[in-house]
């Protein structure tokens, strides 16, 4: 399984940008997909999640700015982020696990990972 993650960059404060996690080989629909980041000298943490039902979830930080959604079309899931502010840099990552996962906000129950992509917002 591989999760290839894009659409990071360098945005000023106010804006958007949408990033995509897509699978590789295998109907993503099945799966739960998680999104996490980690901002320099933290520890990573959870942002969103789309269940294997398609049920969503968000982080009380990013919760009415950032909308996460499946593209079954790309066999992919975007994760929506507007109004970024300076504190939503990190390198984001995006998760996933096939079915349901126990603890949707909990990175250890996903088994596997992109590679990360870098989120700059300026203020």
């Known amino acids: 399984v591989q999760l290839q993650a894009s659409g990071g960059g360098l945005v000023q404060a106010g804006g958007s940008l949408r990033l995509s996690c897509a699978l590789s080989?295998?109907?993503?629909?099945?799966?739960?997909v998680g999104w996490f980041r980690q901002a320099p000298g933290k520890e990573r943490e959870f942002v969103s999640s789309i269940s294997y039902g398609s049920s969503t979830y968000y982080a009380d930080s990013v919760k009415g700015r950032f909308t996460v959604s499946r593209d079954n079309a790309k066999n992919a899931v975007n994760l929506q982020m507007n109004s970024l502010k300076p504190e939503d840099t990190a390198v984001y990552y995006c998760a996933a696990d096939p079915g349901y996962v126990r603890n949707y906000r909990s990175e250890r129950f996903y088994d596997y990972w992109g590679q990360g992509t870098q989120v700059t917002v300026s203020s």
């Open positions: 080989g295998r109907p993503f629909s099945r799966y739960t």
